[in-house]
C-alpha cells in the first residue's frame, strides 16, 4: 500500500471539479446522468433510473427537468441573459415560456443580489411549476424600459430521478456510507467538491484490505437521499458509520457536524482527529442542512455527520456565482481527503481488547517492547511508551482504542500501534473489532 500523499492528490480532485463544473445539474434530468457518467469513467457506479410518479415515504419522484437554452433578448435581438454564459441564470426546474413581455411583466421573474452586484444568484423552484432567471445587479439595473423576447427551452415531463452508488465489499457486511449530492449546476464548493472527495477516496480504498464494507452514494439533495432511503432499507440498517461530504474544499477550516445521536462512533473519531487540526470546528446536529436531514430522521438515525470545511451559508458565496473554480483550492481538497483517510484508519483500527497480565504492570523491558522503539527518539518515543501504559490500563474489554486514545489524548494511530505490539507480545487478547 502507497503513502497517501495529501499534496500529490490535489491537481486530480480539482481537475475533476473542473471537468464537471460547466454541467447543468438539477434533483433529474440529463445533468445527472452526464455526472454519474464522467464519475462511472474513474470508479465502479451502480446508476439507478427511477420513474416520475414512484413514491417514496411521503414523496412523490417528481417530473424529469431538462434544459437546452434560454434568454432574456432586447428589441434588437441582443442576448442581454444567456444560458450559453451561465446556467445559473435559469431558475433550476423552470417550467418552458416564450414570449413577449415588458420589463413590468418581467420584473417579478428575475432575482439578483444587490450586495453583491456582480454575482448571479442559484436559485430553484423544484416544488412549484414557475419560471424565473437570475441575474447580476448589475446587468438588471442596465435593463431598459422596452419589450423583451423571453425564452426558455425547457421540459417538464414524467422521466426519471437517476442516482449512482459505488459499493466496495469488505469482511463484514457493515457498512460505512459517504453520501454527496449532485444537484446543483455550475457550483463548486456545493457540491463539486464533496463529489470529487468522494470518487477519490473510493479509488484509493479500492485497492485496500477493508475489515468494512463501503457504500459512496452520489444522489440528489433531498428527493434523492430519500429515493435511496426508500429503496435500500435494509442497508440502511446495516450504515455502522456514516459521513456526508459537501462544502469540501474552500480554503475555511475543517467542520463536522455531529449525527443526532451525537456519541457515535463517527462522532468521537472526527471530535478525536479534529483535536490536531487547526482551527477545525465541531458542530452539534440540527435537523437542517444537507441530507443529515433524511438519514438522521427518527426512522432511522444513522450514525451519519456532515464533513464540510466553511459550512454551508457560512461562505459569502454559498449558492451564487461566486461558487466558482476560484473558491475551491487542490490543498483544502487534499487536506480533507486526507482527514478521511485518517477516518477510515480509526473505524478499520478501533478494536477492544483484554489485558492477560492485569495484576500490576507487565515488565516491558523482559519482553523487548521498550527495546522495540529503539529506532524512535525524544518525544516520539515517550509518547510510544504512554501508549503503551494506556492501552494496559484501560484494556479490560470495556474500552476499544478508540476510548484509550480519546481519554489519554495520544493520536489513534501511536495507541494501535501499541496495541499491535502489546498482542504480538502475548499481553493483550482481542475481544471484538471495535
Ligand atoms: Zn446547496
Not at 414570449?99 to 452586484?117: K, N, T, V
Request: charged share 25%; net charge negative.
Amino acid at each position: 500500500m502507497t503513502r497517501f500523499e495529501p499534496a500529490a492528490a490535489g491537481p486530480d480532485l480539482y481537475e475533476r471539479i473542473r471537468r464537471l463544473y460547466p454541467i447543468c445539474r438539477s434533483i433529474t434530468g440529463d445533468g445527472v446522468r452526464e455526472t454519474l457518467r464522467l464519475i462511472a469513467e474513474e470508479i465502479e457506479l451502480e446508476v439507478r433510473e427511477i420513474p416520475s410518479g414512484t413514491p417514496v415515504f411521503d414523496w412523490t419522484v417528481p417530473n424529469e427537468w431538462n434544459i437546452r437554452d434560454a434568454y432574456i433578448a432586447n428589441a434588437r435581438g441582443e442576448r442581454v441573459v444567456d444560458f450559453r454564459a451561465s446556467n445559473l441564470h435559469v431558475v433550476n426546474y423552470s417550467v418552458p415560456v416564450h414570449g413577449h413581455m415588458s420589463l413590468a411583466q418581467l420584473r417579478p421573474h428575475l432575482f439578483s443580489i444587490p450586495e453583491q452586484p456582480d454575482w448571479i444568484p442559484y436559485r430553484t423552484a423544484y416544488y412549484a411549476e414557475t419560471w424565473g432567471f437570475c441575474l447580476s445587479h448589475r446587468q438588471l439595473e442596465q435593463l431598459e424600459d422596452e419589450t423583451y423576447e423571453v425564452h426558455i427551452d425547457s421540459s417538464l415531463a414524467p422521466g426519471h430521478l437517476t442516482f449512482g452508488q459505488s459499493y466496495l465489499a469488505g469482511e463484514t457486511a457493515d457498512e460505512v456510507l459517504f453520501s454527496s449530492h449532485v444537484c446543483h449546476p455550475s457550483l463548486c464548493n456545493d457540491n463539486l467538491s464533496g463529489i470529487s472527495v468522494a470518487v477519490s477516496l473510493a479509488k484509493i480504498l479500492r485497492d485496500r484490505p477493508r475489515r468494512y464494507s463501503y457504500r459512496f452514494v452520489f444522489a440528489p439533495g433531498t428527493i434523492g437521499a430519500i429515493t435511496w432511503l426508500a429503496l435500500h432499507q435494509p442497508q440502511a440498517e446495516r450504515v455502522a458509520h456514516g459521513v456526508i461530504l459537501a462544502c469540501a474544499g474552500d480554503r475555511g477550516p475543517l467542520t463536522y457536524k455531529r449525527s443526532r445521536r451525537g456519541g457515535a462512533a463517527i462522532d468521537r473519531a472526527f471530535a478525536h482527529l479534529l483535536k490536531d487540526r487547526p482551527g477545525a470546528q465541531l458542530q452539534e446536529f440540527s435537523p437542517l442542512g444537507y441530507d443529515e436531514r433524511q438519514y438522521c430522521s427518527p426512522g432511522f438515525n444513522l450514525p451519519v455527520g456532515v464533513l464540510s470545511r466553511t459550512p454551508h451559508g457560512c461562505f459569502p458565496e454559498y449558492h451564487t456565482s461566486a461558487d466558482d473554480l476560484d473558491l475551491v483550492a487542490p490543498e483544502a481538497l487534499a487536506d480533507t481527503l486526507s482527514l478521511l483517510l485518517e477516518l477510515v484508519d480509526v473505524i478499520e483500527g478501533d478494536a477492544t481488547f483484554r489485558n492477560l497480565n492485569p495484576r500490576c504492570e507487565p515488565q516491558l523491558g523482559r519482553r523487548g517492547l521498550y527495546a522495540a522503539m529503539g529506532g524512535h527518539t525524544g518525544q516520539d518515543r515517550r509518547l510510544r511508551e504512554a501508549a503503551l501504559l494506556w492501552v494496559l490500563n484501560l484494556s479490560d474489554g470495556g474500552h476499544s482504542l478508540l476510548d484509550v486514545a480519546e481519554r489519554s489524548g495520544l493520536p489513534f494511530g501511536t495507541v494501535r500501534d501499541a496495541a499491535a505490539s502489546l498482542e504480538a507480545a502475548g499481553l493483550l487478547e482481542r475481544m471484538r473489532s471495535a
